[in-house]
Antibody, heavy 120, light 108 residues
C-alpha cells in the first residue's frame, strides 16, 4: 500500500524556520516526482512546490519562492520542505503528494498532512 | 496562471439525487489535463478523476467527469451518504498548477 507520512509541523514565530519531512513507502520513491500542497484553515488547496526524481530540478509557487526549499533523499525515501522567513499567511496544513505523469500531473495519493502555525 | 472557478459554492441535496459540479478555467486547459478530488473533514484530498474523464483506481462508477477546453464537469449519478464532502478541480496543463476554490456538497 502506498503511504505518505508527514511530520515536523508545529508552532513557530513569524520570521522563524521549520523543516517538514514526508516518509514514503509502498512504491519506488526514486521514480516519482513529488510535490507539496498546502491548505490554510477553512480554505482551499494551494500548490507549493515540486521536485524532480533526482532532486536536481525544483519549482515553487510565487508565494513561497526564495523562502522555501524542497529536497529529497532517495536513499531514505523521504521528501523535505525547508521553510524560512515564515509569515502568518504560511499557516496551513501541509500535504506531500505523489505526482503522476511527471513534472506536471495529478496528485495521488496524499499524506495525512502536518499543521504549521505561524504566530507570536 | 490559469484560474479555476467552481460553481456553485455550496449545494444542498438529498441522497439519491444526481448532481453536476462545474469547473471553468480562465484559459484553455491543454490536453484536458484536469483532475477532481474529494475532501472530507479532517482528511486529505482523494483523487477521483484525472485527464478530465478517467476514474482513479477504486472510484465508484457513479462518479464521472467530462469536458474540455475551459469547461469541465463532475457528475455524481446517485448521491450516497458518503459523497457529502468538498470537491476540488485542479489543472495540470500549465505551471503553476492550480486548484478551484471548491464546491461543498451538504445534506439537505
Amino acid at each position: 500500500e502506498v503511504q505518505l507520512l508527514e511530520s515536523g509541523g508545529g508552532l513557530v514565530q513569524p520570521g522563524g524556520s521549520l523543516r517538514l519531512s514526508c516518509a514514503a513507502s509502498g512504491f519506488t520513491f526514486s521514480s516519482y516526482v513529488m510535490s507539496w500542497v498546502r491548505q490554510a484553515p477553512g480554505k482551499g488547496l494551494e500548490w507549493v512546490s515540486v521536485i524532480s526524481v533526482s532532486g536536481g530540478s525544483t519549482d515553487y509557487a510565487d508565494s513561497v519562492k526564495g523562502r522555501f526549499t524542497t529536497s529529497r533523499d532517495n536513499s531514505k525515501n523521504t521528501l523535505y520542505l525547508q521553510m524560512n522567513s515564515l509569515r502568518a499567511e504560511d499557516t496551513a496544513v501541509y500535504y506531500c503528494a505523489k505526482c503522476e505523469v511527471g513534472w506536471r500531473g495529478w496528485f495521488d495519493p496524499w499524506g495525512q498532512g502536518t499543521l504549521v502555525t505561524v504566530s507570536s | 496562471e490559469i484560474v479555476l472557478t467552481q460553481s456553485p459554492g455550496t449545494l444542498s441535496l438529498s441522497p439519491g439525487q444526481r448532481v453536476t459540479l462545474s469547473c471553468r478555467a480562465s484559459q484553455s486547459v491543454s490536453s484536458s489535463y484536469l483532475a477532481w478530488y474529494q475532501q472530507k473533514p479532517g482528511q486529505a484530498p482523494r483523487l477521483l478523476i484525472y485527464g478530465a474523464s478517467n476514474r482513479a483506481t477504486g472510484i465508484p462508477d457513479r462518479f464521472s467527469g467530462s469536458g474540455s477546453g475551459t469547461d469541465f464537469t463532475l457528475t455524481i449519478s446517485r448521491l450516497e451518504p458518503e459523497d457529502f464532502a468538498v470537491y476540488y478541480c485542479q489543472q495540470y496543463g500549465s505551471s503553476p498548477l492550480t486548484f478551484g476554490q471548491g464546491t461543498r456538497l451538504e445534506i439537505k
